[in-house]
């Protein structure tokens, strides 16, 4: 079997938001990848350096990858490696190939007639899930209000952002305990500051909400310094949790070997796809450190979670899980905290063509 075409296309999906009278549009990089025999495979990222990422897509990949049989992914991914970063940057490289990868991964299931999830090795099915709902555009009463219609839905794990004022954590801290008081103790609560706060601010936030029981505390100081990280976890009770946003094993393994996280987040649409995916799970495992999905994207890192044995959790980020149930047919979704995956062989994921044509931004 041979790779005969790779493309790659932008588009930005419209999300309606609990109590939001705007909509959120997201921007991703989709990838189609067709094979001699028929097997069409289709992969996605985010959107940082979209641009750059469908032109590296279609003007170099696409013509290296012709002619290269699709279900040799660490062949493939170690060419893609050596010929195109050889000094291991990640950012805008390690998207597109993590969306690459991950459609080569969905005809490798096709082919061999399984899903992804097993394929990686199959450790566990349904798998836990939790909702990431709390966005900083929320007051404290639309929080509450949006966590307590998840709560009646069934869900009871839950995650909302922090740094609302990455200089005043107290304003953090009230809508914490707001939301805390809201759901009961039995509910899980995290929290994610998306890299703002300094290490002095993090900690501050650590000291005010730690008699709320977070489950863990996500990326709270800037650009995931690992030596920052590990001396926040010796000043605080609250799990610490990062890597969503990493590019290549290599960022996870510094913050692994200098005690930065107590959870390993490997994004499988950042990181380099399934492909390198499997390593940082595998190198976490070595630490007796779980894995769980940060950044979103449920639908793809799901197969990483059920497939490794230290897989703990699907983020369900709201705009992203509604993003992936407008341009595709029946995607798995939540059930009372637990998410099952499907027997289709690869993804399991069939495009909605005629979506992804009225939101394509060229």
């Known amino acids: 079997m041979q790779i005969t075409d790779v493309r790659a296309t932008l588009h930005r999906i419209p999300v309606e938001m609990p109590l939001l009278k705007e909509k959120i549009w997201t921007p991703i990089v989709f990838v189609t990848v067709e094979t001699d025999q028929g097997f069409t495979g289709y992969g996605l990222t985010r959107a940082a350096q979209r641009f750059g990422a469908r032109e590296f897509i ?3 990949a696409a013509p290296f990858l012709r002619g290269k049989n699709p279900v040799e992914t660490e062949r493939i991914w170690h060419q893609l490696y050596t010929t195109f970063n050889p000094r291991a940057q990640t950012g805008m490289w390690s998207s597109a190939v993590s969306a690459i990868d991950i459609a080569l991964w969905d005809i490798k299931g096709k082919y061999y007639k399984e899903p992804v999830w097993r394929l990686l090795g199959g450790a566990q099915n349904p798998v836990p899930a939790y909702v990431t709902f709390g966005l900083k555009q929320y007051t404290k009463e639309q929080l509450v209000e949006v966590a307590k219609s998840f709560v009646a839905q069934g869900a009871h794990r839950l995650k909302m952002v922090v740094a ?5 954590p107290g304003v953090d801290a009230e809508r914490v305990q707001a939301v805390r008081e809201a759901v009961g103790e039995k509910v899980e609560l995290m929290i994610d500051a998306n890299y703002l706060f ?11 909400v730690e008699p709320y029981r977070i489950t863990w505390f996500e990326e709270p100081v800037y650009q995931n310094d690992a030596h920052l990280l590990a001396d926040l976890r010796r000043h ?11 590019g290549h094993r290599f960022r996870h393994r510094e913050l692994i070997v200098n005690r930065a996280v107590d959870i390993v987040q490997p994004n499988v649409c950042s990181v380099g796809g399934y492909t390198e995916a499997v ?11 779980p ?4 950044g979103g994207w449920p639908h793809h890192n799901m197969h990483l979670q059920a497939a490794m044995a230290n897989g703990w ?16 047919q ?8 637990w998410v099952t995956l499907a027997e289709t062989p690869g993804l399991g994921l069939d495009p909605r063509l005629e979506a992804l044509k009225e939101y394509e931004e060229k």
């Open 58 to 60: 279609n003007r170099e």
């Open 279 to 289: 390593k940082v799970a595998a190198l976490a495992q070595a630490f007796n450190l």
């Open 198 to 208: 300094s290490f002095n601010r993090a900690l501050e936030l650590c000291k005010l």
């Open 313 to 328: 959790r699907v983020e369900f980020h709201v705009d992203m899980w509604k993003v992936g149930e407008a341009i595709y």
């Open 236 to 246: 605080t009770s609250i799990p610490i949790a990062a890597g969503q946003n990493e």
């Open 164 to 168: 609302v004022d990455p200089e005043n």
């Open 330 to 337: 029946n995607p798995p979704a939540p059930d009372h905290g």
């Open 291 to 294: 894995i769980a999905n940060g």
